[in-house]
């Protein structure tokens, strides 16, 4: 198979949730079909697409069996291992590399490369002892988090250490060691980047994003983010040079902390849709997804415009879902929901989108004014 990817090629996506799912819609509308790689019967991802090989992202015959029928490889969900990688890509091309998916794996990998990059995060440690958490703990000083190297999403693996009594039990409890101390940042937001990056090296970012969080979980999102324009761009700027430095080829998200005085530190980076992004499919001419696609596909990328300012409010757990029907008969609100069974407590089952003209994206109350049903209590 040659790139461009002609019509009717068959993407092949590894995961089956709904940035699967999301990346799935984009592809079909430009012409191709999916085939998702999950252990779930009845995914979010596998519903809307082409084909779906079940099965275990770690057995060899069923990493075969997904390559055999794909003409190329992505991902939604970067937790394979590297053998698993190694071998799916002795057989097809995988967009973005192993290499970058390695590293995003890896908070130690992570960091060591941003800052050898020059793009500055928290300041922090690795550390595989007790002795070599006491030592991070007094040069970093106190409170910090102490965070899991591997595995870790919405908060989960992760320890806020208040004082020297703590790092004991919360080194005990984490694991796999080594585990990354990291300074508390006290930060004024939290923003993000996406920014999605042509095999023949186009970059193409959409507007940097403020992100509120409730229980680690992503809440909100506001496009574009209410910060100071040079804050703006600062991030944007950062976003760009990962990507780069990277030589990603599909698409990256940045997340961002934004201190009181300005500065921005980069916290994580994932290669491949993000939640912070949804907005993009009802904001932009061309969404994250169709940006992650055509990078995959080889097709040019378009600008990463938008036409109106958003919010993006997430629908977690069974609460929130139990609202669906106040939001479908709420005029303004753009529903998304993912096809999951079963809404269990923290688990995203959607998410909403309401749109203002370019520039009237409003304050905090109006925010809430405009979720209607799904009005954020206390949105930090
Ligand atoms: P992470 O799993 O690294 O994305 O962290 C999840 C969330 O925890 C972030 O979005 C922040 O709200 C918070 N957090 C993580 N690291 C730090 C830090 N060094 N200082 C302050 N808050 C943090």
């Known amino acids: 198979m040659t790139f461009p990817l002609p019509p009717n090629a068959t993407i092949g996506i590894v ?26 019967p009845d995914s979010p991802a596998g519903q809307v697409a082409a084909g779906v090989t079940l099965g275990d992202y770690e057995d060899p015959e069923v990493l075969r069996a997904f390559a055999a029928r794909v003409d190329v490889i992505t991902f939604e969900f970067e937790n394979v291992s590297a053998a698993g990688l190694d071998l799916l890509a002795s057989l097809k091309p995988v967009r973005p590399s192993p290499a970058v998916l390695r590293l995003s794996q890896d908070r130690v990998a992570e960091k060591t490369f941003l800052n ?5 995060t928290a300041p922090w440690r690795a550390v595989d002892s007790l002795d070599a958490l006491h030592a991070a703990a007094a040069a970093l000083g106190l409170p910090a988090i102490l965070k899991t190297t591997r595995l870790g999403y919405d908060g989960k693996g992760q320890a806020l250490l208040r004082a020297e009594a703590e790092l004991a039990p919360a080194f005990a409890d984490l694991a796999p060691h080594p585990l990354v101390l990291e300074s508390f940042v006290d930060f004024a937001c939290e923003v993000s980047v996406v920014v999605a990056r042509g095999a023949d090296g186009a970059l193409a970012a959409f507007d940097t994003v403020q992100n509120s969080h409730r229980d680690h979980i992503l809440d909100t999102t506001l496009a574009p983010a209410p910060i100071p324009p040079e804050t703006a761009a600062a991030a944007q700027a950062m976003a760009r040079h990962v990507a780069e430095a990277l030589e990603l080829v599909g698409l990256l998200a940045v997340e961002m902390f934004v201190t009181a005085d300005g500065r921005v530190l980069v916290n994580e980076i994932a290669p491949r849709p993000h939640n912070s992004g949804h907005w993009t499919i009802d904001a932009c001419p061309a969404s994250q997804f169709e940006l992650h696609v055509r990078a995959v596909a080889g097709l040019p990328l378009p600008p990463a ?67 209607g049903p799904l009005a954020p209590a206390g949105n930090d």
């Open 15 to 40: 995961g089956g949730g709904q940035l699967g799912r999301m990346s799935a819609l984009a592809a079909a509308r430009l012409g191709y079909r999916c085939h998702i790689l999950t252990p779930e």
């Open 116 to 120: 050898a990059a020059g793009v500055p």
């Open 305 to 371: 415009t938008r036409h109106s300012d958003a919010v993006m409010k997430n629908l977690v757990g069974p609460e929130e879902t139990a609202l669906w029907p106040a939001i479908l008969a709420t005029p303004g609100l753009i529903p998304h929901l993912y096809g999951k069974a079963e809404a269990r407590p923290g688990r995203k089952m959607g998410h909403v989108t309401r749109l203002f003209p370019p520039g009237a994206l409003p304050g905090p109350f109006g925010i809430a004014d405009a979720l």
